[in-house]
Nanobody, 124 residues
Framework: VQLQASGGGLVQAGGSLRLSCAAS????????VAWFRQTPGKEREFVSA???????IDSGPVKGRFTISGNSAKNTVYLQMNSAKPEDTAVYYC???????????????????WGQGTLVTVSS
């Protein structure tokens, strides 16, 4: 499956942005799709994931502010970012896996398919 991430850009602190992760080659059916983010010099950080059954998992720093959702008709997963903070500034990547389980859902090693990344900059 090929992933295309988009929607990044510049947003002011407190503002909103929606990222999209579109799949081609096959559908997301049966896959877990996650968003990770990375800043220079740091490891990739788990943000949110949505499992094949619709269950979602969010990391502590974004809980209550970001929402991950999926549209099966469009074969797209979204990350709605609200109440953005400067510390949310990063390159955001979407990833997919058909084999990830709950115990490793936050590990980037568990995902075999990755999008190219989209830059989000939150200004203070």
């Amino acid at each position: 499956v090929q992933l295309q991430a988009s929607g990044g850009g510049l947003v002011q602190a407190g503002g909103s942005l929606r990222l999209s992760c579109a799949a081609s080659g096959r559908t997301f059916s049966g896959y877990t799709v996650a968003w990770f983010r990375q800043t220079p010099g740091k490891e990739r950080e788990f943000v949110s994931a949505i499992r094949w059954n619709g269950a979602t998992i969010d990391s502590g720093p974004v809980k209550g502010r970001f929402t991950i959702s999926g549209n099966s008709a469009k074969n797209t997963v979204y990350l709605q970012m609200n109440s953005a903070k400067p510390e949310d500034t990063a390159v955001y990547y979407c990833a997919a896996s058909s084999t990830v389980i709950l115990s490793n859902i936050r590990s980037d090693d568990a995902y075999g398919y990755w999008g190219q990344g989209t830059l989000v900059t939150v200004s203070s």
